[in-house]
């Protein structure tokens, strides 16, 4: 994962094969609260891509 000083991101889970990159400009540089936040919804993002791709929810 690599986090840019105004909320741009690049998330890579490797074990599931999801990269996530995400262009923004926050007004802060740094904010805890909403990296949590854009941590959280990559996580989702990425389970609900591995969860689709699963053979069971054929």
Same mark, same amino acid.
């Given at each position: 994962m690599a986090i840019g000083i105004h909320g741009q991101w690049l998330y890579v889970d490797p074990k599931r +094969? /999801?990269? @996530? /990159? +995400?262009f923004s400009s926050q007004p802060l540089p740094e904010d805890g *609260? *909403? %990296?949590? *936040?854009? @941590? %959280?919804?990559?996580? !989702? @993002? !990425? &389970? !609900?891509? &591995?969860?689709r791709r699963s053979p069971n929810n054929l």
């Amino acid at each position: 994962m690599a986090i840019g000083i105004h909320g741009q991101w690049l998330y890579v889970d490797p074990k599931r +094969k /999801v990269t @996530i /990159v +995400k262009f923004s400009s926050q007004p802060l540089p740094e904010d805890g *609260l *909403l %990296d949590q *936040l854009n @941590i %959280d919804l990559c996580n !989702a @993002i !990425a &389970e !609900a891509i &591995e969860n689709r791709r699963s053979p069971n929810n054929l």
